[in-house]
């Protein structure tokens, strides 16, 4: 150990610090974790991570990240309760006005709450000799001098030195802003997507062998560009099901157990209001909401001058539509990206930052073109439109529609949605004419 430097500082314990901690402390003598909010000493919901009540997913490219730098996390997981599910069967995707067809993918995906997976993975960082985690404290100031910094402030007036400082403090971006221009750096250019997400989830019992439409999974997005609405619903842990529903710009479920209801027997297939009819549910009268005005990019990797000894990771750079699930699987990629960093460059230099933050644009590229270029195919979107973007969707509805019968075009959106290929496999000569013959037979058959 210690072949990097001293002590590195990750502010914020959340999913992407917590995984960068961990690739941290077989570089550094001591990593210490900072959050401010209370740490629970279970799978709790908690205050700092509003969105944690609600489904998330963890994509299985994510999953295999996580296994990588835990070994043997993923069996820990489902031993205690993550439910396994093969990504191409056990999965149903009401997209484009039919479900997509079930064929055994053999790719191995798991379904469990936030707060668990966050727990678990909290636990093995925990369990690190080297790593302190450091709750109920505030940063209030990167410490350092001008182009350099040198550790953080704490609300109490401690200065805790470091040789790194991991900005993990998810998406309040503006006061680190703050702190660096303080430091004399500039802060990144910001892209800012507004799609004014909103969604409800409520908790159900699930009974041994219960499914929804065979499926231990269900995804459900209506036809763009009038029909905002989506829904999941996700067998997790604990014998439950987790049931979100939502959408774009305002097209957000009520909170009220009528009103929820109401939502889900309008949504264009039955699945999900036939579950609520029939399972119990767990959570009282009321549900859990959370909005989410914009997805928002911060371009580190485009700044001429970075400062030594920080650099930022997770939601601190990009924070996505979470409709699409990438976040936790992004952010452990980014920490990956940061410990092979380290390891070519030596030491927490501004060299290092730089060569870092083109990784991790790397690993944002393909995910933010593919979530934001699903969010202009509503006209209601605002903000820079990716180039080639209308021709790109005119085709992935073909695509999806494509799913509905054919098992190779639903093969290769799966690969890229899980982010185990990069969008351009979908543009294959022999994939791409395939798909777009298979598009004429789907029983959607909608009008181009």
Known sequence: MGTIGGHAVVVGGSMSGLVSAAVLSTRFDRVTVI?????????????????????????????????GVFPGLTDELIRGGAVPYDAGWDLLFHQMGSLRTRFSSGKLGISLTRAYLEHTVR?????????????????IDLHGTPGRVCGVVLDGGEILRSDLVVDATGRSGDRTDAWLRRLECPAPAVTKVKIDVGYTTRVLR????????GGLLYLMSAVPPHDKRAAAVFAVEGDRWMVTLGGWHRSHAPTDPEGFAEFAEALPDPHVAKLLASAEPLDGPRAH?????????????????????????GDAICSFNPLYGQGMTVGAMEAVALGETLDQEGRASARMARAYYRKAAAAIATPWQMSTGSD?????????????????????????????????????????????????????????????????????NPAD
């Open 35 to 67: 959050d401010r909010d209370t740490l629970p000493d279970g799978a709790s919901d908690r205050r700092g991570v509003p969105q944690s009540g609600h489904a998330h997913a963890l994509l299985i490219s994510g999953r295999q990240v996580l296994d």
């Open 206 to 213: 699930r009974q041994p062998g219960d499914r929804i439409g």
């Open 123 to 139: 636990e093995r960082v925990r369990a690190l000799p080297n790593v302190a985690i450091r709750d109920q404290v505030s940063v």
């Open 376 to 444: 202009f195919m509503y006209p209601e979107t605002v903000g820079p439109r990716p180039l080639g973007t209308g021709v790109v969707n005119r085709y992935v509805r073909r695509l999806m529609l494509a799913t509905h019968v054919s098992r190779e075009s639903h093969l290769v959106l799966l690969d890229m949605q899980h982010l185990l290929a990069r969008p351009s496999s979908i543009f294959r000569p022999g994939p791409a004419i395939r798909s777009l013959m298979a598009a004429r037979r789907s029983p959607a």
């Open 289 to 313: 909401k959370f909005t989410y005005p914009q997805a928002r990019r911060r371009h580190f990797e485009r700044l001429r001058t970075l400062p030594t000894g920080y650099v930022a990771l």
